[in-house]
């Protein structure tokens, strides 16, 4: 059985205590023949007086009292911390399960969906010619909630598929990482004239791989912010705020407004409603788990026509 950390405490505080009886006996005898010469120290140990063994019992009986109350209470602390531990236990279980179900839920209504989608289509491939406008206007309008609802279901598994244990974290050189980011984005988007300029000398303390992942996704965000006509430019940098590291990636591409912004980072939002932004609702949605994981923030400001910019905090002070 593990011990808690009271239970270590008070395991501690009773070793501790048996040796301070017999140090302070010993250092009682010292004093006493040294600093005032009362005595040698082999004497004042093995033959105190009547007046010192009743002080040294009475000490020895207080040093006993405060290791008895200091064991009761860290008994009691023990106690909740071991009730506490069986609680995350138990809700951590309830979590895993409930995650379980949600996923089994989601597939199973998104086959469900595709199985509808598919009867539509063979319902209008068959029978199409016999319809009336009015009926045809019916199905047209049953297979885009068809296809919605699939949009919907397939994102809702992709964001319970993203990473949710604990960041492990270390000493991260950001800019470098940046910098292995480029390489990559540019042996995929060749054909992509995009000018990327990294801050050097950036580092932080956060889990490598989901920063990593992070700065991905939003140099890919800016790249569908930026026209293929215009020469890109997107800029990797930080800044320091009330004793906080702010991080950034902004682009020259068509910006956004600042309503525009609150839906950014909104995996369901509709694409229909906001053309211009970028179609891939994931990569901000992904991002901000991440984040938030971490303990930061992550937000969004742009100028309709001019440019954007995604900011971050790994951590919060």
């Given at each position: ?255 956004f407004s600042a309503a525009q912004a609150k839906r950014l980072f909104d995996p369901f939002r509709e694409i229909a409603h906001d053309p211009d932004l970028p179609q891939d609702t994931l990569r901000l949605a ?32």
């Amino acid at each position: 059985m593990i011990k808690t950390l009271a239970q270590k405490s008070s395991y501690l505080l009773f070793l501790w205590g048996l040796l301070l009886v017999p140090f302070a006996t010993v250092a009682d005898s010292v004093l006493a023949a040294v600093l005032f010469g009362e005595g040698s120290i082999q004497q004042r140990l093995l033959s105190p007086s009547y007046h010192e063994l009743a002080i040294r019992v009475l000490f020895s009986t207080f040093i006993l009292a405060a290791i008895y109350l200091g064991m009761h209470y860290l008994a009691n602390s023990a106690q909740k911390e071991s009730s506490l531990q069986l609680r995350n236990h138990d809700l951590d279980l309830v979590r895993q399960d409930l995650e379980e179900f949600q996923d089994d839920v989601l597939r199973k209504l998104r086959n469900t969906s595709t199985e509808l989608e598919t009867a539509i289509d063979l319902l209008k491939d068959q029978n199409s010619r016999n319809f009336d406008e009015k009926t045809r206007f019916f199905i047209e309008n049953a297979d885009k909630i068809s296809n919605r609802m699939y949009r919907l279901l397939e994102m809702s598994l992709s964001l319970t598929d993203l990473p949710v244990g604990e960041p492990h974290r270390g000493l991260v050189k950001l800019d470098e990482l940046a910098h292995d980011v480029v390489a990559e984005l540019r042996g995929k988007k060749a054909d992509r004239q995009v000018e990327f300029k990294i801050q050097p000398w950036i580092s932080g303390w956060c889990d490598q791989g989901m920063i990593r992942q992070v700065i991905y996704n939003l140099f890919c965000n800016a790249m569908d912010f930026i026209p293929e006509s215009r020469q890109g430019r997107i800029e990797f940098g930080a800044f320091d705020r009330s004793s906080q590291k702010v991080l950034f990636v902004r682009d020259n591409g068509t910006g956004f407004s600042a309503a525009q912004a609150k839906r950014l980072f909104d995996p369901f939002r509709e694409i229909a409603h906001d053309p211009d932004l970028p179609q891939d609702t994931l990569r901000l949605a992904h991002s901000r788990r991440i984040i938030h994981r971490h303990g930061g923030q992550i937000w969004a400001e742009g100028v309709q026509g001019a440019s954007g910019t995604v900011f971050f905090t790994y951590y919060s002070v």
